[in-house]
């Protein structure tokens, strides 16, 4: 490579850095869902990327076919989604906490092949991919290339979201109890917190927050049956990074993941899929716990 | 002939800000009993824990019988003599009673790994798990589940399973917890009949005091991760400090 | 788990293994390729259960070393049309695989460990969807032969029909049962249960835990990739659906419908399984749903299994 090109490469790699850090807020919305959901109820949903792939389904239906608002699609998806959380967690998960967790695993995964034929079943097969709303639509100059203002609407939202979180859990008194519960139920319970309820207030809280990873997608990713089972595991993938239970961690691990998968795209498009298992698989080897274990 | 069994040196365990373990040097000599006492928070089950290896220190050493064992794991540890109890009941629910005993023979004789072998058939093993049961007096139940045990009987399977592996040294984590009188006696008359039979040097940790009197040759006192005062029973009753620190709070409870 | 009445039992399982000798010559073609595939299941969720039911590992990906089995088979098979070579090579790719992601994957809490066995399973559907150079990609493999059994120059047994192919799948399947039967009531099989029941409880008993968690997970692995690799000339083909995780449901399904907590409950989990998903297939093409219900009631309400109603507790 010439030295006059030097700068359009680090333009290149600058630009392609700003596109990983738009993916990597998708990934950063569903994992901040699921260790939140850990980090308090100590359970594991497998079906949690589900929740986003239904998250992604309901925003379709209303702003793709209905053509409501796109700011009312993503609230009633984000309600549906919190009202099939709800179901799972008063109905089913709450009547088996005290057995073995293998079965809560296993209750959860049953969840996974239901409602992965669900969305087939009502939803049918994939989809074209909606327009994108007009006050989000067009592009930035960034670095020399055309930045969608999409992505940076999602960059915007996956840094507030991480921005509220953090003001949520430690300046507000639901957060507050929320943190007293994940450290001792017990205790909580003892000086009074009604723990099922708070479990499932968290329970929703986290599933909506995977559906607006979900919902957000809509303009932009193919929504697909298939993907919920696609998402989970990419959020177990950074919660092995991050550390489980750990939301600072789950912030570091999307950002290392969506920017590193973006390098991938670029440099080394075969082994792109693989990545993502490789870092996994060093981060195990080198580091089991995590990057920032507790 | 006594040998000094176990020594540590400065051995240390912080959670966060908190000393659970501060600088504790401690060494147990063979056959003398020992108890651990302390109030709630002194670091009683820490330090077990640190010694056997459940958790790794942030400073200090172990010494076993002269050997380094600061960070081996636990099952290295028993192999080497080291054993325990544990004070919540950790018990092989669903195995039946002799299974539970016979699992340490079984891999103290080093045959836990024949896949196709049968384990009836593993004669040498059977008996002496059997003769085991025969000791802490669960003979008669040795084909039940050991999860369908009475409370009781639970406990003595616990410390039929620590004896099992053999130990010089074997750590018991509240022994008497939950038990009736009765119950309670069966379990102390138990450990000093193992400790001379077997020559094994049993460390307890306990709250009960009657227990800690009636039983133990030795008596360590700990507060705050670190180590009071040890000595004798009769010493230790009469030292001022213990006695403000910790007998104070059961006199006037 | 002590037998009730050795002898009875014993009987009972001479009578069935008769039965089985003779199906070909009683029943129908159809039927005879569904005892293929349940014997194929058998020894798949008797490999899970090994982990699930006597270790307390419970694996979502073992679909991953069916499915390197299958490949496997089905490599050599295109090459060395050797069905000893062919069988033998799926189990022992499987085998490596399953002690590499073993490696990393057992020395983590068993929600942990759940949740990384999906995320391998998964890896190895991908790296067979993708690389299409090696696996055929989303085609798969085609053209693979029911190659004979062979020892080169010696002896030669062609298994091409499917009659043939059905008595080699039920001897292998047979020898693969007998093996972890007595695996289970060996000191191994003791040892992994003691883990099962309280993994501090083992460590201070004097097992190094991990490590027989990874001899477990390797057993386990081993027989995935079996098989896998008898499913292979069965078929002729191979597409990546089958390290798919919803492959990996099957055995799980199996597994709670026969019985997690006896020996026999598998097999009879993969009878019931191929019943049940004879009669839904009729109805609808979405299997899944009902396979999802049908895991669900089975947690919520009946946690059994089937076989558990005849074992003595």
Partial sequence: ?????????????????????????????????????????????????????????????????????????????????????????????????????????????????????????????????????????????????????????????????????????????????????????????????????????????????????????????????????????????????????????????????????????????VFELFLIFAIMAVVLLLRPQGLFAR | MTTELLKTEGLSKRFGALAAVDGVNLTLPSGRLTAVIGPNGAGKTTLINLITGSLLPDAGQVYFKGEAITRLASHQRTRKGLSRSFQLMNIFSRLTVLQNVLLPVLSRHGSTLKPLARVDDQAKAVAEAGQILKEVGLWEVQLHPAGALSHGDQRLLELGIAIASAPELCFLDEPSAGLTPVERATVLDLIRKLAVERQTTFVIVEHDMDVVFSLSDWIVVMNRGRLLAEGPPSLIRENLEVREVYLGEELSA | ???????????????????????????????????????????????????????????????????????????????????????????????????VLGFLSVRHTRIYFSMLTLAFGMMVFSIAWKWRDFTGGDDGLVGIPRAPLEIPGLWSLSVATQERYYYVVLVVSLLAIWAMYRLVHSPLGLTLQAIRDSESRAEFAGVPVRTYRLIAFTIAGLYAGLAGALLTPLENTVTPGIAHWSTSAEPVLATLLGGVHVFGGPIVGAFLFFMLKDIIVRFTQYWLIWLGAIVVALVMGFRGGVASIFARR
């Fill in chain 3, 1 to 99: 788990m002590a037998d009730r009445s050795p002898r009875r039992l014993t009987a009972l399982v001479g009578l069935l293994v008769l039965a089985l000798f003779l199906l070909p010559w009683v029943v129908g073609r159809y039927s005879v390729y569904l005892a293929i595939q349940i014997l194929i299941l058998s020894v798949f969720s008797l490999g899970f259960n090994l982990l699930f039911g006597y270790t307390g590992l419970l694996s979502f990906g073992q679909a991953g070393f069916f499915g390197i089995g299958a490949y496997a088979c089905a490599k050599i098979l295109l090459a060395v049309p050797n069905l000893f070579l062919g069988l033998g090579g799926g189990v022992a790719a499987a085998g490596v695989a399953a002690v």
């Fill in chain 1, 1 to 269: 490579m010439l030295i006059a090109e030097l700068p359009d490469f680090m333009d290149d790699i600058a630009f392609q850095g700003l596109i990983g850090l738009s993916m990597a807020m998708y990934l950063w919305l569903i994992s901040a869902g699921l260790t939140i959901i850990f980090g308090v109820l100590r359970i594991i949903n497998f079906a949690h990327g589900s929740l986003f792939m239904m998250g992604a389904y309901l925003a379709f239906t209303f702003y793709g076919q209905l053509g409501l608002p796109f700011w009312l699609a993503i609230l009633l998806s984000l309600l549906g989604v919190g009202l099939l959380g709800l179901v799972m967690e008063r109905g089913f998960l709450r009547r088996i906490y005290g057995i073995d967790e293998a079965y809560q695993l296993l209750l959860t995964f049953g969840f996974i092949l239901i409602l992965d034929d669900a969305v087939k079943i009502i939803w049918g097969g994939v989809f074209k991919i909606p327009a994108i709303p007009p006050f989000l639509d067009g592009a930035w100059r960034v670095f020399g290339r055309s930045f969608p203002v999409y992505n940076a609407f999602v960059i915007a939202v996956g840094v507030a979201v991480a921005v509220g979180l953090w003001a949520l859990f430690e300046k507000t008194w639901w957060g507050r109890i929320v943190r007293a519960t994940a450290s001792d139920r017990e205790m909580a319970n003892a000086i009074g917190v009604n723990v099922p309820r708070v479990f499932s207030g968290v329970f929703v809280f986290g599933s909506m927050l995977a559906a607006l990873g979900g919902a957000l997608g809509t303009p932009v990713r193919v929504v697909a049956p298939g993907i919920g089972a696609a998402m989970i595991i990419q959020a177990f993938i950074i919660t092995v990074i991050g550390g489980l239970g750990n939301l600072k961690g789950a912030f570091v691990a999307s950002l290392i993941v969506g920017i590193l998968s973006a390098y991938g795209t670029l440099f080394f498009p």
